[in-house]
């Protein structure tokens, strides 16, 4: 079974301080390793799909990377507007469809 | 503009009663999904569909059904059978583009129970 865990639960950082969000991972056969950023009450929005241990990607201040047992989203510098739940999700190569299994979150909150 | 159009936004449910939540996309993506969200828990697929006419059950489908009778709409009906329907619903659709998997999710629908 795929199993997808992230710490911390939650992260307060004052603005300009930079952090690291953690995604830990067990699946048979990784196909693609994904992040998302929710704000309260809306859908998920899709930042990043990592495909093979070493890949790093980026976008303004986030910063993910991949290894073969976890994911790390890196913050620089964050603002205020990057105060939301960020979810970690996992998808097998296997059949049946784009099927991904999902983390609980980590919870960040950016202060001035 | 296009994406993916989930209504109503809030919907409260009386004991015994079906109740159906609504998903449109124009994004012209072939599979969709429904999630449940909880509090404290990951999102968890009730359904998908990769093809008009076809759907296959995911998770937690037991108390849910499912149509797709068009590319664009996937609604999803919350039966009786459901005990604990109380929970954040999610529509999603995806599409393969240069060989990168794009999720992309609605904005959600609140089921509450009176």
């Known amino acids: 079974e795929d199993q997808v865990t992230q710490s911390p639960e939650a992260l307060r950082l004052q603005e300009g301080e930079s952090s690291s969000l953690n995604c830990s991972y067990t699946?048979?056969?990784?196909?693609?390793l994904f992040w998302y950023r929710q704000d309260p009450g809306k859908g998920p929005e899709f930042l990043f799909t990592l495909y093979s241990a070493g890949e790093e990607k980026e976008k303004e201040r986030l910063k993910a990377t991949l290894t073969k047992k976890e994911s790390f989203l890196h913050i620089t510098a964050p603002k205020p507007e990057d105060s939301a739940t960020y979810l970690c999700?996992?998808?097998?190569?296997?059949?049946?469809?784009?099927?991904?299994?999902f983390g609980t979150g980590t919870q960040l909150k950016v202060e001035l | 503009d296009g994406g993916i159009t989930q209504s109503p936004k809030y919907l409260f449910r009386k004991e015994g009663q079906n109740v159906t939540l609504s998903c449109e996309q124009n994004l012209n993506h072939d599979a969709m999904y429904w999630y449940r969200q909880d509090p404290g828990q990951g999102l968890r697929l009730i359904y998908y569909s990769q093809i008009v006419n076809d759907f296959q059950k995911g998770d937690i489908a037991e108390g849910y059904s499912v149509s797709r009778e068009k590319k664009e709409s996937f609604p999803l009906t919350v039966t009786s059978a459901q005990k604990n329907p109380t929970a954040f619903y999610l529509c999603?659709?995806?599409?393969?583009?240069?060989?990168?998997?794009?999720?992309?999710f609605g904005s959600g629908t609140q089921l509450s129970v009176l």
């Open positions: 999700a996992v998808q097998a190569w296997r059949g049946g469809g784009n099927k991904l299994t």
């Open positions: 699946v048979s056969g990784l196909r693609g």
């Open positions: 999603a659709s995806s599409i393969n583009t240069g060989g990168e998997e794009k999720l992309f």
